[in-house]
């Protein structure tokens, strides 16, 4: 797997996740009624809701809460109010990641840059993931969740290729390589595309349908529907 992506320094992890923070503020505050607009990639949940999602996440890792993280939007408070808690734990949030597990501080950032996305994609900004300082390692934690899946489902080793770089999941060498902009691959990989778009990838060596399955792991599965369209970063 070649070497690159976000640091692991706790302090350049709160800078790519304050970064997130602000550009979803900024998002959120643009247009008036974004409350109660849905997003697409989390079909459920209102912008209010994801944002409350959001600041809870928050809230647990700035108290120091080793439980498993827990999806539920926060109840009871309107956005300009999550919004405002949101900005308060900053400096909480920074004291904090200086003792929170590696891998914990990567998942934290791997679901607020996801979440970014949805966001752009749901309110039809502009995604530009390029240069966003927590898209690094988001991919890189999205590709070890992926090839752990590989991993435990037998499956054959799979190349993960990108104009940037690629990575190497499952055991052995691999079968086939797959193929494409850094970001589709990162959707793929975390319940943004479609089997259809999955399989419209580039694909050498081997059939899409035979790692199929490991698209399906942690929280993350193809949806049923496009929520997105593919915009090939």
């Not at 079968?175 to 793929?188: E, N, Q, Y």
């Amino acid at each position: 797997m070649t070497a690159a992506g976000t640091g692991h320094d706790p302090a350049e992890q709160h800078h790519a996740y304050r970064r997130a923070r602000e550009n979803i503020t900024g998002l959120v505050t643009r247009t008036p009624d974004t409350a109660t607009a849905g997003v697409p990639a989390c079909p459920e949940w209102t912008v209010r809701d994801l944002i409350g999602h959001l600041v809870h996440i928050c809230e647990s890792f700035a108290a120091l809460e080793d439980n498993q993280i827990d999806l539920r939007p926060s109840e009871g408070v309107d956005l300009p109010g999550l919004l405002d808690r949101w900005d308060a734990l900053d400096s909480e949030l920074r004291e904090a990641l200086d003792h929170t597990p590696e891998l914990r501080r990567r998942i934290l950032l791997l679901d607020v840059f996801s979440h970014e996305m949805d966001l752009r994609a749901g309110l039809g900004e502009t995604v530009a993931p390029s240069g966003h300082p927590a898209f690094p390692g988001a991919l890189d934690l999205a590709t070890m969740g992926f090839g752990l899946a590989v991993h435990g489902g037998n499956l054959p080793a799979l190349r993960i290729d990108t104009p940037e770089r690629d990575w190497v999941v499952g055991e052995g060498p691999p079968l086939a390589t797959v193929h494409g902009p850094a970001f589709d691959v990162f959707r793929s990989l975390t319940g943004r595309r479609t089997r259809r778009q999955i399989e419209e990838l580039r694909w050498s060596g081997g059939a899409s349908v035979t790692w199929m399955p490991a698209f399906a792991w942690g929280p993350f599965a193809p949806p049923a529907y496009e929520v997105e369209p593919v915009r090939g970063f």
